[in-house]
Nanobody
Framework: QVQLLESGGGLVQAGGSVRLSCAASGRTIGSYCMGWFRQAPGKEREFVAAINWIGSRMQYADSVKGRFTITRDNAKNTVYLQMNGLKPEDTAVYYC?????????????????WGQGTQVTVSS
Protein backbone atom coordinates (compact mmCIF):
# COMPACT_ATOMS: atom_id res chain seq x y z
CA GLN A 1 0.00 0.00 0.00
CA VAL A 2 1.46 3.32 -1.08
CA GLN A 3 1.71 5.96 1.63
CA LEU A 4 2.93 9.50 1.14
CA LEU A 5 3.81 11.79 4.04
CA GLU A 6 4.41 15.49 3.49
CA SER A 7 6.37 17.67 5.88
CA GLY A 8 8.00 21.09 6.01
CA GLY A 9 5.01 23.39 5.86
CA GLY A 10 4.45 26.32 8.15
CA LEU A 11 4.11 30.08 8.37
CA VAL A 12 6.51 32.21 6.35
CA GLN A 13 6.72 35.86 5.39
CA ALA A 14 6.29 37.00 1.83
CA GLY A 15 9.56 36.70 -0.04
CA GLY A 16 10.71 33.85 2.15
CA SER A 17 11.49 30.22 1.38
CA VAL A 18 10.23 26.81 2.44
CA ARG A 19 11.23 23.30 1.44
CA LEU A 20 8.59 20.62 1.47
CA SER A 21 9.43 16.94 1.65
CA CYS A 22 7.35 13.93 0.70
CA ALA A 23 8.47 10.58 2.06
CA ALA A 24 7.00 7.52 0.37
CA SER A 25 6.53 4.05 1.77
CA GLY A 26 4.91 0.89 0.51
CA ARG A 27 6.72 0.94 -2.81
CA THR A 28 9.74 2.62 -4.29
CA ILE A 29 9.16 5.91 -6.07
CA GLY A 30 11.98 5.18 -8.49
CA SER A 31 9.73 4.00 -11.33
CA TYR A 32 7.01 6.63 -11.05
CA CYS A 33 6.18 10.23 -11.72
CA MET A 34 5.80 12.33 -8.58
CA GLY A 35 3.82 15.54 -8.35
CA TRP A 36 2.95 18.41 -6.05
CA PHE A 37 -0.47 20.02 -5.98
CA ARG A 38 -2.06 22.65 -3.77
CA GLN A 39 -5.50 23.67 -2.65
CA ALA A 40 -6.41 27.06 -1.25
CA PRO A 41 -9.61 27.62 0.74
CA GLY A 42 -12.63 27.69 -1.51
CA LYS A 43 -10.64 26.70 -4.58
CA GLU A 44 -10.06 23.51 -6.50
CA ARG A 45 -6.90 21.52 -6.12
CA GLU A 46 -4.36 22.67 -8.69
CA PHE A 47 -1.16 21.41 -10.22
CA VAL A 48 2.10 22.90 -8.96
CA ALA A 49 4.96 20.75 -10.23
CA ALA A 50 5.87 17.23 -11.34
CA ILE A 51 9.03 15.25 -11.98
CA ASN A 52 9.42 12.13 -14.08
CA TRP A 53 10.77 8.85 -12.78
CA ILE A 54 14.49 9.60 -13.23
CA GLY A 55 14.32 13.33 -12.63
CA SER A 56 15.18 14.29 -16.18
CA ARG A 57 12.02 16.26 -16.90
CA MET A 58 10.21 18.69 -14.64
CA GLN A 59 6.96 20.49 -15.26
CA TYR A 60 5.69 23.59 -13.46
CA ALA A 61 2.53 25.63 -13.28
CA ASP A 62 3.04 29.06 -14.82
CA SER A 63 2.32 30.68 -11.47
CA VAL A 64 5.38 29.08 -9.83
CA LYS A 65 7.90 28.91 -12.68
CA GLY A 66 11.22 30.43 -11.70
CA ARG A 67 10.34 30.33 -7.99
CA PHE A 68 9.69 26.66 -7.19
CA THR A 69 11.94 23.68 -7.87
CA ILE A 70 10.94 20.02 -7.67
CA THR A 71 13.60 17.39 -7.09
CA ARG A 72 13.70 13.75 -6.10
CA ASP A 73 16.05 11.39 -4.30
CA ASN A 74 15.07 7.90 -5.32
CA ALA A 75 17.56 6.35 -2.91
CA LYS A 76 15.72 8.04 -0.05
CA ASN A 77 12.30 7.45 -1.59
CA THR A 78 11.63 11.16 -1.17
CA VAL A 79 10.58 14.06 -3.35
CA TYR A 80 11.07 17.73 -2.51
CA LEU A 81 9.57 21.07 -3.40
CA GLN A 82 11.82 24.07 -2.83
CA MET A 83 9.70 27.21 -2.75
CA ASN A 84 11.43 30.58 -3.00
CA GLY A 85 10.05 34.07 -3.37
CA LEU A 86 6.82 33.07 -1.69
CA LYS A 87 3.74 35.22 -2.15
CA PRO A 88 0.52 35.41 -0.10
CA GLU A 89 -1.29 33.76 -3.02
CA ASP A 90 0.88 30.67 -2.51
CA THR A 91 -0.98 30.03 0.75
CA ALA A 92 -2.57 26.58 0.50
CA VAL A 93 -2.44 23.01 1.63
CA TYR A 94 0.26 21.31 -0.44
CA TYR A 95 -0.18 17.69 -1.45
CA CYS A 96 2.27 15.14 -2.74
CA UNK A 97 0.98 12.64 -5.30
CA UNK A 98 2.25 9.62 -7.21
CA UNK A 99 1.29 8.22 -10.60
CA UNK A 100 1.41 4.61 -11.67
CA UNK A 101 3.55 5.56 -14.68
CA UNK A 102 7.00 6.98 -15.36
CA UNK A 103 5.93 10.19 -17.07
CA UNK A 104 3.87 13.05 -15.76
CA UNK A 105 0.66 14.92 -16.42
CA UNK A 106 -0.79 17.91 -14.63
CA UNK A 107 -4.31 16.58 -14.06
CA UNK A 108 -5.24 15.47 -10.55
CA UNK A 109 -7.08 12.51 -12.05
CA UNK A 110 -3.79 11.03 -13.28
CA UNK A 111 -2.57 10.50 -9.71
CA UNK A 112 -4.14 7.67 -7.70
CA UNK A 113 -2.00 8.12 -4.59
CA TRP A 114 -2.07 11.19 -2.35
CA GLY A 115 -0.64 12.34 0.93
CA GLN A 116 -2.57 14.10 3.68
CA GLY A 117 -1.14 17.50 2.85
CA THR A 118 0.88 20.13 4.67
CA GLN A 119 -0.22 23.72 5.25
CA VAL A 120 1.86 26.59 3.90
CA THR A 121 0.80 30.07 4.96
CA VAL A 122 2.50 33.13 3.52
CA SER A 123 1.94 36.37 5.39
CA SER A 124 2.17 39.75 3.69
Amino acid sequence: QVQLLESGGGLVQAGGSVRLSCAASGRTIGSYCMGWFRQAPGKEREFVAAINWIGSRMQYADSVKGRFTITRDNAKNTVYLQMNGLKPEDTAVYYCAQRDYTHCYSSTGEYPYWGQGTQVTVSS
